[in-house]
C-alpha cells in the first residue's frame, strides 16, 4: 500500500476529528463529484472553523453514507471517498418526552441524540408546568431540531434525528404502533427496566413524564393501549436524568453501546 492509500485509511477511520455536516442525500445525487453545504454551514465553516483549501471536512447524506471531502473552494467540496455511517442504532427508538420547565427540554433532546434516539416527541401531561402557546411552541420546536441537528454534527450521527410537534398526552398514546415495544417509566411501580426491554422489537417507544410524573389515570390509560409502566429503580430521578438513564440503559441491552 502506498501512502497515499494508507493516509485515505487513517483519514477515513479516524474520520470523527474532521468538521461534520449534513447535506440533502439528493444533492449528493446531482453533484457525486463536488459537495455543497447549506448557507448556515457554509458560514460557520468559513467564518468560525476558517476552513481553508485542502483542509478535509465530512459530509453525510443523512442516510448513513459519509463523504470524505476536502474544500476546494468558491463554497465547493470535492469528493475524495465515501463510506458507510454504522453510528445508528439498530432500534429505532422513539422518545416521547413530557414537556419538563425552564430549558431542560434542551438537555433531554441534545443528550437523547448523543445516545441514539431516532425521535423525540414532546408531549403535554396532566402535570406538566410548561404548556408553551402555538407562537412559542414554534419557536421551541425550530430551537428543538437545532439542538438535534447540531448534536448529530458532533456525536458521529449517520441520520438526522427529528424532534415531533407537541402532542396531548392521549393523542400520543393513540398514534403509538401497536407492533412497538411501548414503555412508560412510572415513579409509583412497573416492571424493572431490564424485564421490559426485549430484542423482539424494531421501534421502542418510551415515555417519561415531566417533574411530578404522571397521575394513576394516566398510566391505567396506557396500560389500555399495551403500554407498559416499567420502573427505573428505588430512587426518584430527576427529569432529565430519566432521560439519560433509560435511553443508556435500553441501548445497552439491545447491543448498541
Same mark, same amino acid.
Given at each position: 500500500?502506498?501512502?497515499?492509500?494508507?493516509?485515505?485509511?487513517?483519514? +477515513?477511520?479516524?474520520?470523527? $476529528?474532521? /468538521?461534520?455536516?449534513?447535506?440533502?442525500?439528493?444533492?449528493?445525487?446531482?453533484? /457525486?463529484?463536488?459537495?455543497? =453545504?447549506?448557507?448556515?454551514? +457554509?458560514?460557520?465553516?468559513?467564518?468560525? *472553523?476558517?476552513?481553508? $483549501?485542502?483542509?478535509?471536512? &465530512? #459530509?453525510?447524506?443523512?442516510?448513513?453514507?459519509?463523504? *470524505?471531502?476536502?474544500? #476546494?473552494? @468558491?463554497?465547493?467540496?470535492? =469528493?475524495?471517498?465515501?463510506?458507510? @455511517?454504522?453510528?445508528?442504532?439498530?432500534?429505532?427508538?422513539?422518545?416521547?418526552?413530557?414537556?419538563?420547565?425552564?430549558?431542560? +427540554?434542551?438537555? #433531554?433532546?441534545?443528550? %437523547?441524540?448523543? =445516545?441514539?434516539?431516532?425521535?423525540?416527541?414532546?408531549?403535554?401531561?396532566? $402535570?406538566?408546568?410548561?404548556? /408553551?402557546?402555538?407562537?412559542?411552541?414554534?419557536?421551541?420546536?425550530?430551537?428543538?431540531?437545532?439542538?438535534?441537528?447540531?448534536?448529530?454534527?458532533?456525536?458521529?450521527?449517520?441520520?438526522?434525528?427529528?424532534?415531533?410537534?407537541?402532542? /396531548?398526552?392521549?393523542?400520543?398514546?393513540?398514534?403509538?404502533?401497536?407492533?412497538?415495544?411501548? &414503555?412508560?417509566?412510572?415513579?409509583?411501580?412497573?416492571?424493572? #427496566?431490564?424485564?421490559?426491554?426485549?430484542?423482539?422489537? @424494531?421501534?421502542?417507544?418510551?415515555? &417519561?413524564?415531566?417533574?411530578?410524573?404522571?397521575?394513576?389515570?394516566?398510566?391505567?390509560? %396506557?396500560?389500555?393501549?399495551?403500554?407498559?409502566? %416499567?420502573?427505573?429503580?428505588?430512587?426518584? *430521578?430527576?427529569?432529565?436524568? %430519566?432521560?439519560?438513564?433509560?435511553?443508556?440503559?435500553? +441501548?445497552? &441491552?439491545?447491543?448498541?453501546?
Amino acid at each position: 500500500m502506498d501512502s497515499i492509500d494508507e493516509q485515505l485509511t487513517v483519514d +477515513m477511520t479516524e474520520r470523527w $476529528r474532521y /468538521p461534520r455536516f449534513f447535506v440533502e442525500k439528493e444533492s449528493v445525487g446531482l453533484s /457525486p463529484v463536488h459537495l455543497t =453545504l447549506n448557507t448556515d454551514d +457554509m458560514n460557520h465553516a468559513k467564518k468560525v *472553523l476558517r476552513i481553508k $483549501r485542502g483542509e478535509k471536512v &465530512i #459530509i453525510c447524506d443523512g442516510s448513513c453514507t459519509d463523504y *470524505l471531502c476536502e474544500y #476546494i473552494d @468558491n463554497d465547493k467540496f470535492g =469528493l475524495i471517498k465515501a463510506i458507510q @455511517n454504522n453510528a445508528e442504532a439498530s432500534v429505532y427508538l422513539r422518545l416521547f418526552q413530557c414537556l419538563p420547565k425552564s430549558d431542560k +427540554m434542551d438537555f #433531554i433532546v441534545q443528550k %437523547a441524540v448523543e =445516545l441514539g434516539a431516532s425521535e423525540v416527541v414532546p408531549i403535554i401531561s396532566s $402535570r406538566c408546568v410548561s404548556r /408553551p402557546d402555538s407562537k412559542s411552541a414554534a419557536v421551541k420546536l425550530k430551537r428543538w431540531n437545532k439542538i438535534a441537528y447540531e448534536a448529530a454534527k458532533q456525536c458521529g450521527r449517520g441520520k438526522i434525528p427529528s424532534v415531533g410537534e407537541i402532542l /396531548p398526552f392521549a393523542q400520543a398514546i393513540d398514534v403509538l404502533n401497536k407492533q412497538a415495544l411501548n &414503555i412508560i417509566f412510572y415513579e409509583c411501580g412497573g416492571v424493572g #427496566i431490564n424485564d421490559a426491554i426485549s430484542n423482539k422489537f @424494531n421501534t421502542i417507544n418510551v415515555f &417519561i413524564g415531566s417533574e411530578g410524573g404522571f397521575t394513576e389515570d394516566e398510566i391505567k390509560f %396506557a396500560e389500555k393501549h399495551r403500554v407498559t409502566p %416499567a420502573t427505573l429503580g428505588k430512587r426518584i *430521578l430527576r427529569v432529565d436524568t %430519566a432521560c439519560v438513564a433509560a435511553i443508556s440503559v435500553i +441501548m445497552n &441491552i439491545t447491543g448498541n453501546i
